[in-house]
């Protein structure tokens, strides 16, 4: 069963407006972390926001935001004021498992979504 | 933030050879690494657990005797693709905990390889 969905291969935004990248997760764990990461052509993950399960405040990082419903199972990514650099794809990410486990660091990665700023 | 370098990042090589990747944390200790692979517009897959001083953990599916890890040291782990055929032509990317495993503090990526097998 799929763990972390990313729905929107595809999105497009105008520079200057803000933007909604959807992620729903599953897992039976209390304890687990969200992670959103940006890949741009070149390759690299950067590191954007992290999330975790018994965090009560959303996430905050600049211009992104992570909208976490947990009874939902969602962690949305909203990147305000859209720059032409934002356009990359954007990965949402699930770290399940307590500190200490030998598997703790292990990712499990959505599909992904393409984000394409306009001017 | 925490750094880690990969080495190379882009590898074309004949049919039959084996390459190696570099996976180095510059400026903290990693007693844990991860490799990912990834084909292109597609996510990442979770390959194989590198463990400092210990045999590499790997993921269901995953030959570890075409892929083989070592974790020699506390900043080094390398990832041998043996007798690379065409279709492990793919880009390879590995990260690190930066606190370990014990913190909930970031992982950090190399800048991955993209490997061409001819």
């Known amino acids: 069963a799929q763990k972390i969905t990313q729905t929107q291969p595809g999105m497009f935004v105008q520079e200057k407006e803000a933007v909604t990248l959807d992620c729903t997760y599953d897992?039976?764990?209390?304890?687990?972390?969200l992670f959103w990461y940006k890949q741009p052509s070149s390759g690299e993950m950067i590191f954007l926001i992290y999330?975790?399960?018994?965090?009560?405040q959303n996430a905050t990082e600049g211009r992104y935001s992570l909208n976490f419903q947990k009874a939902r199972k969602s962690a949305n990514l909203v990147i305000s004021a859209s720059q032409l650099g934002d356009s990359a794809m954007y990965f949402c990410?699930?770290?399940?498992?307590?500190?200490?486990?030998?598997?703790?660091?292990?990712?499990?990665f959505g599909q992904g979504t393409i984000l394409t700023v306009h001017p | 933030g925490a750094v880690v370098s990969q080495h190379p990042s882009r590898v074309i090589c004949k049919s039959g050879t084996s390459v190696k990747i570099e996976c180095r944390s510059l400026?903290?200790?990693?007693?844990?690494m991860f490799w990912y692979r990834q084909f292109p517009k597609q996510s990442l897959m979770l390959m194989a657990t590198?463990?400092?001083?210990?045999?590499?953990?790997?993921e269901q599916g995953v030959e570890k005797d075409k892929f083989l890890i070592n974790h020699a040291s506390l900043t080094l782990s390398t990832l041998t693709v043996t007798s690379a055929h065409p279709e492990d032509s793919s880009f390879y990317i590995c990260?690190?905990?930066?606190?370990?495993?014990?913190?909930?503090?970031?992982?950090?990526f190399g800048s991955g390889t993209q490997l061409s097998v001819l």
């Open positions: 990260s690190a905990p930066e606190g370990g495993l014990a913190t909930n503090e970031k992982l950090f």
């Open positions: 897992t039976s764990d209390q304890s687990y972390g």
């Open positions: 999330q975790g399960s018994y965090d009560e």
């Open positions: 990410a699930m770290r399940e498992g307590k500190a200490g486990g030998t598997s703790y660091g292990k990712l499990t």
């Open positions: 400026d903290f200790q990693a007693t844990t």
């Open positions: 590198s463990n400092e001083g210990s045999k590499a953990t790997y």
